[in-house]
């Protein structure tokens, strides 16, 4: 009986301890291609999946040529506030805005041959920042890099060229570390060159990775975010209005106005640059170019106002909440590119477009003359300086009673009610 219990009590303190312990987590990230604001949603998701998981840690996959600096300060403010440590992997490139997202994380890993730097930060068009722009960035960065124990000066040379850093690099030309140079600055706390590697880096030899890939709604967001796409979207969007004004009749170019509209203010709301302010502003100025084409004559005040709302609001929602001299320099760009495409179009759809013959089916090109039997109305001079009543609303067209008849006339420009 005694050996019995004996037995018992072994199985019951080895049973527990003998059963294989679980697997630690590990997240992946992926940051890949340009940086829009479209991927900051994705890295907040991520992290928040990975701290209810239990993950014992992040790591972001890193390949990107920069892209927005806004949307890499919004990337790096969900890192900076993880719960659980945040590791980047160079993976081979992380320049401009992606050398930001790199500098937030706890520790950096580098594969061979792999690069980081060149963060200056420039306008839409490719054109060098001002230098309160410049100012900001290197302060950013040199923080960054005293929060994690690294060289300041190697983080400033990576934004201005004029920083020179003894030994690494030479006054006038801008920093970019290849994986060794990292490494022998202490950026880079190793050389790793597969993921295994990279997880006995950080200690975590046996852990299972998860890879949260991008749903759907955020790929379509990062789609219609990126910077070539906003200026199609909102050119498409103005020559639905042009059309519109031109037929003065609510049509396809309506439709496709809407849609384009509709598409860029959806995606500037979702990822937060746009609320609920600029939707209104953006309703309230097509409200008021609608009331110009269907029930006022010409394009008066009202279509004035009404296209300065919407342009009002295509800015805001371009530049956000808390804008920097940047963001308003590349607003402003995305706006010049989608006036040059908008102007452009419709000089080609208003001159060239109706002699294609691809589209002269949509033109009314049939004549009128005598050999047919069609003879015009005379024209009636007498009439001039008569008063009479507008039996139809005068558009400036439309038919009145002058004496006794009833006579198509036509105004010189002006709105006259029937009455």
């Known amino acids: ?51 209810a998981a239990g993950a014992s840690a992040v790591y972001l996959d890193i390949d990107t040529p920069g892209g927005r600096i806004d949307a890499a300060e919004r990337i790096a403010d969900a890192v900076g506030g993880s719960t659980i440590p945040v590791y980047a992997y160079v993976n081979p490139r992380a320049y401009s ?34 230098e309160k722009m410049i100012s900001a960035m290197r302060g950013e960065f040199r923080a960054l890099a005293e929060a994690r124990g690294l060289d300041p000066r190697v983080a400033e040379a990576m934004v201005d060229e004029r920083v020179e850093v003894p030994g690494v690099n030479d006054a006038g030309r801008l920093l970019t570390l290849s994986t060794n140079e990292a490494l022998r600055v202490g950026y880079a706390k190793a050389v790793v060159g597969s993921e295994s590697a990279l997880l006995r880096a950080i200690g975590l ?50 439709l496709i106005s809407l849609a384009s509209l509709g598409l860029f203010f959806g995606s500037s709301f979702l990822v937060g640059l746009a609320g609920w302010e600029e939707v209104i502003l953006l309703g309230l100025g097509l409200l008021a170019i609608a009331v110009e ?27 956000g909440g808390a804008p920097s001299v940047g963001d308003v320099t590349q607003a402003l760009i995305v706006l010049g590119a989608s006036l040059t495409i908008t102007v452009a179009v419709a000089y080609a759809w208003i001159r060239h477009l109706p002699n294609s013959g691809r589209f002269s089916g949509l ?57």
Do not use: C, H
């Open 1 to 51: 009986m005694r050996r019995r219990l004996l037995l018992t009590l072994a199985l019951l303190a080895y049973g527990p301890d003998s059963a294989p312990a679980q697997a630690p987590l590990v997240y992946r990230l992926a940051i890949s291609g340009v940086v829009e604001n479209g991927l900051a949603p994705y890295v907040a998701r991520g992290l928040t999946e990975a701290a």
């Open 97 to 130: 805005a992606g050398a930001l997202i790199a500098l937030s994380a706890r520790r950096i890993y580098m594969r061979p041959g792999a690069v980081l730097g060149a963060a200056t930060p420039v306008d839409g068009g490719g054109v060098k920042a001002s």
């Open 205 to 254: 030899p046996n852990a299972r990775v998860v890879t949260i890939e991008p749903n759907w709604a955020e790929q379509v967001v990062r789609f219609l975010t990126n910077p070539l796409v906003s200026p199609l979207l909102l050119s498409l969007g103005v020559l639905g209005l042009v059309i519109e004004i031109k037929t003065g009749a609510f049509g396809l170019g309506g």
């Open 293 to 319: 084409v269907f029930v006022l004559p010409g394009f008066g005040a009202a279509g004035l106002l009404g296209a300065a709302a919407v342009a009002a609001a295509v800015l805001l929602a371009l530049i």
């Open 363 to 419: 033109i009314l090109r049939g004549g009128s003359d005598q050999s047919e039997g069609y003879i015009a109305a005379p024209a009636r001079g007498d009439l001039l300086g008569l008063e009479g009543i507008a039996l139809t609303d005068l558009r400036p067209a439309g038919t009145a009673q002058i004496g006794p008849e009833r006579v198509d006339v036509v105004t010189e420009g002006e709105y006259v009610p029937q009455g």
